[in-house]
Each structure stands twice: as structure tokens, then as C-alpha cells.
């Protein structure tokens, strides 16, 4: 979002996470706190100009966790000194780019953020609602009552789900849905890819699924049964795996395959390869409200999607994919995208997903800035 603002032609500055003490004193191999710890030491200006109009900020102090701390009321009250070592760090880069009136994008940081409106002074604060990580233990002890408070004070919040914007009118009236952005010329079949050497050797038809396994978020039972349904079909998964899916007997079927993580770059050509792409999403409070970014990477590819049915799904995906319950259901689906495949199906999906690319995303998010500011 923010290297698309700037190509339309608005400064922005980009601030990357602080990083805490845990962090700054046993760092993990994650190259974005390596690369800011390398700021930090080398003293490297922590303002940099990556692109025209874009800025990125590496913060310099480091911040304490009080999460272990059980009142909500003194968390809050002790987070505001993390708030106020942030917006330290923030206000030189500000005055330095001439930053007099901004408007502050709080993207889902419930406590970091909770009081830089305050401190800040931003003309507008908005809030970004694009998960639901209060269901995460971290963000649940004090998130359930953090969180409605930081929507009820910010000027507007901007949603990715329909489900998060019926839930974020409770709170602020001036709350918008824009949908998810992908990488839009990133997925394209414009041109065709080679199969990549370890999905060659896979028979076809190929039942693919790309992105984190995680009992968490998929149905591990499900796919077992899909797969011994089936023997005749081939289970492509790709992402790591989490301990439940490492442990699984699925590694033990002859006709489900674990190729691994893949870098980004190199997804869209196994998608390409793939014959059905499937979203076997358990419904939980992590999942029954969210927007699957990976279904726009399929559609994007042309790709026949069969997906489990939530609101999301129905209210924004039923005319493109095909929407399931249960393990009947699933085979049902999938037997009947491999069966009603079409050049046009694949054109329809093509062009439909084109209003989720970043640019049509953008756009709609300034329009939306725009009536917050003509208030």
C-alpha cells in the first residue's frame, strides 16, 4: 500500500516495527531486525529515501514488553511509554520531510500505536482492521479491550473484510471496506511458465494448495480424507509446516506431495501447473471473518478455485469459485471444476479479480480519505 501511494503521487513515509529489547539483545535471523539492527549499530541514518515519494523509517529506540502485566488498565497506562519512545523517534523524521500536516495510517498495531494520535497530532488517524489477531493469545488479554477503544478514537478505520467493517461500524461510524491487494503483475498467465522440476514428476490432475500449514487455519482432517477419497488425484502442498502437519500420516500417503516453501517469486508457476487450486480453511474466530489473499493469486492465474464457505467467500467470491462445507461437498466441487474448465471461466476470473491489484485498492482508499477529510 504504501509503494502504491507514492506511485500516485503521495509522499509517504514508511515506519518500520520497533524493535524491543528481546529483540535488539538476541536477535532471530529475520532479515527485516537484522537489517535494522545493522541501522542501529552502524548508526546509519535511520531515514531513508527508498523510492520517489517514499520514504522508509528504522526507529531507534527500543521498547519494553508489559504484556505479562494482567490489568488492562495499568498495560495501558505503562504502553505509553513504548507510544511516546515511538513518536520520539517519528517526529525528527516528520519535521526533516516537512511532514506539517499528515495524515497517520495505523496499520494493525493495537498497543505500539494505541496512543500516537496523541502524540502525534496527525490531521487524520486511521486504522487499518486487516486480521483477527485478537484470537492470538498475545494480542487477546488485552487486544479485546484496546482495540475497540483504539476504533472508537480514530477519524476512520478501513477494512480488507466485509465481516471486519460490520464489526468496526459498532465502534466508528466512519468505517469503509476496500477489499485485499495482491501483487497483481506479479499473477499473471500472460505468458506461460516451465512446470518446475519438482511438480513435473507429479500426475495429473493436480489439487493445490499454496500458503502456511497450519492447523490453525487448515482442515488437517479434511485433507486426509480428500486424499484417501481419492487416489487418483494428486495433493500438492506448498508453505511450511507447523508441528500438527510435520507429525501428519499425510506424509505417509502416496498421493500427497510437500514441496516445501517457495519464495514468492516462484509461486505463480506452480499455481500455473496446478489443475484445481483449494482454500480447506477450518472455520474458527481466525478464519471465518478474513480475506484469503491467496484466493486472489489463484483467480489472478485463472486458476478453478474450490474453497470452504464463509461470508467473505459467499459475498465476494460464489460467481468466480466454488464453495464447499464438508468432504461431499469438497469432492463434489473439485470433481466439477476439473469437469466444467473453459477458456472463458478462465478469462472471467482473470478480469474479475483485477479490481483487488493495489492500484484499484489504493484508489479506493483515498476516495475514502478524501470524504473523511470533507467532513
Known amino acids: 500500500m504504501a509503494k502504491e501511494l507514492a506511485r500516485q503521487h503521495h509522499k509517504v513515509l514508511y515506519v518500520n516495527s520497533p524493535l524491543d529489547r528481546k529483540e535488539y ?6 532479515s527485516g531486525i537484522t537489517d535494522h539492527l545493522q541501522v542501529i549499530k552502524t548508526q546509519a541514518d535511520p531515514l531513508q529515501k527508498l523510492a520517489p515519494n517514499l520514504w522508509v523509517l528504522y526507529p531507534l529506540r527500543r521498547l519494553d514488553s508489559f504484556n505479562w502485566i494482567r490489568s488492562t488498565n495499568l498495560f495501558s497506562w ?16 516528520l519535521k526533516e520531510l516537512g511532514f506539517e500536516e499528515f495524515i497517520l ?48 478514537k480514530a477519524d476512520a478505520i478501513f477494512c480488507n473484510s466485509l465481516d471486519f467493517t460490520t464489526n468496526a461500524r459498532r465502534y466508528n461510524a466512519n468505517s469503509f471496506y476496500i477489499g ?15 512446470v518446475p522440476a519438482d511438480l513435473a514428476t507429479i500426475a495429473g490432475p493436480r489439487i493445490g494448495y499454496v500458503g502456511a500449514l497450519i492447523t490453525l487455519r487448515l482442515d488437517l482432517d479434511l485433507l486426509r480424507e480428500l486424499a484417501q477419497e481419492r487416489p487418483g488425484w494428486s495433493f500438492v502442498l506448498i508453505g511450511w509446516e507447523d508441528e ?10 502416496p498421493n500427497v506431495f510437500f514441496l516445501g516453501r517457495k519464495h514468492t517469486q516462484e509461486v505463480h508457476a506452480y499455481i500455473q501447473h496446478f489443475d484445481v487450486c483449494i482454500n ?27 474453497a470452504t464457505t464463509t461470508n467473505t467467500m459467499t459475498e465476494e467470491f460464489s460467481n468466480y469459485t466454488y464453495l464447499a462445507t464438508n468432504k461431499e461437498e469438497y469432492l463434489q466441487k473439485i470433481e466439477q471444476a476439473l469437469q466444467e474448465e473453459s477458456l472463458q471461466k478462465k478469462a472471467d476470473r482473470i478480469q474479475f479479480v483485477q479490481k483487488f491489484s493495489w492500484e484499484n485498492v489504493v484508489k479506493l482508499f483515498v476516495k475514502h480519505v478524501d470524504e473523511v477529510l470533507a467532513k
Open 105 to 152: 495510517v495505523n496499520d494493525k498495531d493495537i498497543f505500539r500505536s494505541f496512543y500516537l494520535k496523541e502524540f502525534l497530532q496527525p490531521l487524520k488517524y486511521i486504522y487499518l482492521d486487516r486480521d483477527y489477531t485478537i484470537g492470538m493469545p498475545y494480542w487477546r488479554r488485552h487486544g479485546q479491550v484496546l482495540e475497540p477503544r483504539l476504533m472508537t
Open 244 to 253: 500438527d502437519f510435520a507429525q501428519s500420516d499425510l506424509h505417509k500417503m
Open 78 to 93: 505503562l504502553i505509553k511509554l513504548n507510544n511516546r519512545r515511538l513518536a520520539n523517534d517519528i517526529k525528527p523524521a
Open 280 to 306: 480447506p480453511q477450518v472455520l474458527n474466530d481466525i478464519t471465518r471473518s478474513n480475506f484469503p489473499l491467496k484466493i486472489l493469486e489463484y483467480l489472478a492465474l485463472g486458476k478453478p478455485v474450490v
Open 25 to 30: 539483545f538476541f536477535p532471530s535471523s529475520d
Open 180 to 194: 485485499n491487494g495482491f501483487a497483481a503483475k506479479q499473477f499473471t498467465s500472460d505468458s506461460a511458465t516451465a
